[in-house]
Structure formats: C-alpha cells, structure tokens
C-alpha cells in the first residue's frame, strides 16, 4: 500500500528555494533516508512533508493525519513525568497503552522521572518514545539519533524496524547507519535549486521556521 507519493517537489528556507524537482514514493515497509551536505534542504524537505510549511511547487499524496514528525525539539513537558509525557501524547493522538513504547527506548526505571531532570539522551529516548504511541504510519524523522549512545541507537532502530514490519514507513535524513536493510537512500544533491532562485511569496510559509 502506498503510504506517500511526492511529485516534482520544489521547497524553499528563507524565501529561497532550497531543492526542486524531487519525486519519490513510500510504500508500507519501506524506508528513504535522504542524505546530501549540510545546508541542502533535507530539513525543509522533511518540514514540508510533515505539513508544517507550504511546497514552493509540487505535489505530496498521503491519507489523513498520516505523519508522526520527529525533529531536534523533543516536544516534551518539563513538569510531567515521563509516563505522564507519554499519556498526553497518547491521548492527542487516539494512540493505546504506553508500556511498549517505554519498554522499546528503555525508560521504564525513568517512568516516575520528571522531564525536566531526564538527561539529553533520555529526553531523546523519549521524544523518540511517542512515536510508538501515535499510531500513525508515517514516520517523519531529522536527525533522530542526536544525543544517543551506541545502544540507544540499536534500540531506536529496532523501533524503526518493527514500525515497517507492521506496515508502517520512514522518510528520514541521518548520518548514521541503522542498519536498515530495507532502506533507501536518495541523496538531494541532484535537486539542489539553481542559485539565487526565489520562492514564490504565495506560496511560501515561514511561520515555522
């Protein structure tokens, strides 16, 4: 089943475009991991399929309240604990029981832990723990393993794979090899826009940035 398409895609950071023309497709069980040097547009890429920013041109096809997004912020709550972190999240997203998902990033001796007291891999652990309570299909990622140590990223990546055996799927941007097998890799250096090219105001939305 296809989980998402994007057709000629052209995104902007700043008013400028950053990449255009890219096309790809996901199906259930698949995963794309997006690589180029920094400051191509992976990120704004990434931000534009998780709706948080209009595409200067082109088309992303995808069902409904389809993306769980993962990025630099962990979105967590300082003043709950880690458990209470993970419920909230679980509610927003009609998600179920959270134990798995504390289990899956090593957090259940943490569950009683305020956020704000977490170190920065534990809250990472955590940020990276809701996804397994949204229940939606598409995983988006940037970066996910920032401030993981060597087991933390196994562990993470037994999440990722267990998502796509469940027929879920992953379009993420990582330095990092996770040993995916399913994966692949598109890199954007191709789709880099010609320099100096502005993106249309029209179609152009900052306000997450």
């Known amino acids: ?9 052209s995104v902007a950071r700043g008013g400028t475009r950053a990449v255009e023309g890219v096309s790809f497709a996901l199906d259930a069980g ?8 920094n400051g191509i547009g992976k990120t704004t890429l990434l931000r534009t399929v998780a709706g948080l920013q209009l595409p200067v041109a082109g088309r992303i096809s995808m069902a409904d309240d389809a993306v769980a997004y993962a990025a630099h912020a962990d979105g967590l709550k300082a003043a709950l604990t880690v ?47 809701r996804l397994l309570v949204t229940r939606r299909p598409l995983w988006v990622l940037d970066e996910p393993t920032v401030s993981l140590d060597d087991v933390s990223v196994g562990r993470f990546a037994a999440a990722v794979r267990a998502h796509l055996g469940a ?38 939305n900052e306000a997450f940035a």
């Open 1 to 9: 089943m296809r989980l998402l398409a994007v057709d000629h895609l």
């Open 30 to 37: 698949e995963a794309l991991i997006l690589r180029g040097p």
């Open 83 to 129: 458990t209470e972190n993970l419920r909230f999240w679980a509610e927003i997203f009609g998600g179920g029981q959270i134990g798995a998902a504390l289990a899956a990033m090593d957090l259940v001796s943490l569950a009683d832990r305020p956020a704000a007291a977490l170190s920065a891999g534990q809250k990472r652990r955590l940020g990276l723990a």
């Open 167 to 204: 027929g879920g799927a992953a379009l993420m941007a990582t330095h990092i090899d996770l040993g995916l097998a399913e994966a692949r890799v598109l890199d954007l250096t191709p789709y880099r826009a010609v320099e100096g090219g502005v993106a249309d105001p029209a179609s152009f």
